[in-house]
């Protein structure tokens, strides 16, 4: 089934918890945009566009470094998210 982790999310207006699925297969991690906004990652700053393939066809996006993620015990800084709000 699916396999649901509280992530905590830091960006350079502030800090959330976001519950967000584990796929193991994945490749990227990506967040939804009004997370990434609610942190201080607006869309309008984004530098670079990105194509991405998902499930659902092929999309148009942009990645983020994230100040810091913490999830299942383990920080990473400067951390590459994907802006994508999944279905």
Do not use: C
Request: glycine share 10%.
């Amino acid at each position: 089934g699916l396999v649901v982790v509280a992530v905590h999310l830091t960006g350079p207006d502030g800090n959330l918890v976001a519950r967000m699925a584990l796929d193991a297969g994945a490749s990227t991690t990506m967040a939804n945009e009004e997370s990434l906004q609610m942190i201080g990652y607006h869309s309008s700053g984004a530098s670079r566009k990105e194509i991405i393939l998902t499930v659902s066809g092929v999309t148009l996006t942009s990645r983020v470094r994230v100040k810091s993620v913490f999830a299942l015990g383990r920080t990473r800084r400067a951390f590459p998210v994907i802006r994508h709000n999944l279905p």
